[in-house]
């Protein structure tokens, strides 16, 4: 029911790499490593890629148990607009998972020993392979958990697991996770993201949306796509 989240900077390469971040999903219960993910950095995305993977393995679990970073609350006290929610916390949202929070180290206890040991454990598999880099260990990750879990993972008492099925596909998956981003056309159908301009193509003039709402959906790709209600618009990048 409950899966404790956490991400560990660490020099996880022993120097043959540069050091980076690996975001671990255990389970609060069993001690099963549910889904472990590198990165260069602790970031949204990071724990939206584990997320993913933890979702396509597994199911949506009831609940996550996290620290308090920015990356799960709004921590500015001078916030006053806005629903709240961190992007992390709408994708929780969308997907109908609780978001708990920890108000010490100590109270997500599980996820932070199992660091502690994977710095230990999971560096000397590592090192035994010669494994140099985040794509190598990303590659090698299903393999350690599975050595993981057949050591450290106990049995539950309830038998019966809590995660809900997810029966719809990676690629509306995809979609679930994306961030999502409200523009408002311009009279010439333009609308601009991160300094960059960019254009409706429209099949024929359309006053329609001369003015109109767009819903921009950012991908764990890097892929961007608009919508208009629920049809998707095409779109070109304008030179500047």
């Given at each position: 029911e409950l899966i404790q989240i956490d991400g560990s900077p660490h020099d996880w390469f022993e120097g043959r790499g540069p050091r980076c971040t690996l975001i671990v999903f255990i389970d609060e219960a069993t001690s099963r490593?549910?889904?472990?993910?590198?990165?260069?950095?602790?970031?949204?995305?990071?724990?939206?890629?584990?997320?993913?993977?933890?979702?396509?393995?597994?199911?949506?679990?009831?609940?996550?148990y996290s620290d308090r970073h920015g990356i799960f609350r709004v921590n500015a006290k001078e916030a006053v607009s806005g629903d709240g929610l961190t992007e992390f916390g709408h994708v929780a949202e969308r997907l109908k998972i609780e978001l708990i929070q920890a108000k010490t180290p100590q109270a997500k206890g599980r996820v932070e020993r199992a660091n502690q040991t994977l710095q230990d454990r999971l560096i000397?598999?590592?090192?035994?392979?010669?494994?140099?880099?985040?794509a190598e260990a990303q590659a090698f990750a299903d393999e350690f958990m599975a050595m993981w879990n057949g050591k450290f993972a106990r049995p539950p008492r309830d038998d019966e697991d809590a995660h809900r099925p997810w029966t719809?596909?990676?690629?509306?998956?995809?979609?679930?996770?994306?961030?999502?981003?409200?523009?408002?056309?311009?009279?010439?159908?333009?609308?601009?993201v991160g300094g960059r301009i960019f254009s409706v193509v429209a099949r024929a003039p359309s006053l329609a949306l001369r003015g109109a709402k767009v819903t921009l959906l950012h991908f764990l790709?890097?892929?961007?796509?608009?919508?208009?209600?629920?049809?998707?618009?095409?779109?070109?990048?304008?030179?500047?």
């Amino acid at each position: 029911e409950l899966i404790q989240i956490d991400g560990s900077p660490h020099d996880w390469f022993e120097g043959r790499g540069p050091r980076c971040t690996l975001i671990v999903f255990i389970d609060e219960a069993t001690s099963r490593l549910m889904s472990l993910q590198f990165s260069p950095t602790e970031t949204t995305n990071s724990y939206l890629e584990a997320l993913r993977a933890h979702v396509l393995s597994h199911g949506r679990p009831l609940a996550l148990y996290s620290d308090r970073h920015g990356i799960f609350r709004v921590n500015a006290k001078e916030a006053v607009s806005g629903d709240g929610l961190t992007e992390f916390g709408h994708v929780a949202e969308r997907l109908k998972i609780e978001l708990i929070q920890a108000k010490t180290p100590q109270a997500k206890g599980r996820v932070e020993r199992a660091n502690q040991t994977l710095q230990d454990r999971l560096i000397k598999e590592m090192r035994l392979r010669g494994i140099s880099s985040i794509a190598e260990a990303q590659a090698f990750a299903d393999e350690f958990m599975a050595m993981w879990n057949g050591k450290f993972a106990r049995p539950p008492r309830d038998d019966e697991d809590a995660h809900r099925p997810w029966t719809t596909g990676d690629s509306a998956l995809g979609e679930t996770l994306a961030r999502r981003e409200t523009r408002t056309l311009s009279k010439a159908l333009t609308f601009s993201v991160g300094g960059r301009i960019f254009s409706v193509v429209a099949r024929a003039p359309s006053l329609a949306l001369r003015g109109a709402k767009v819903t921009l959906l950012h991908f764990l790709t890097g892929e961007m796509r608009v919508f208009y209600g629920t049809r998707e618009l095409h779109y070109t990048h304008l030179k500047t």
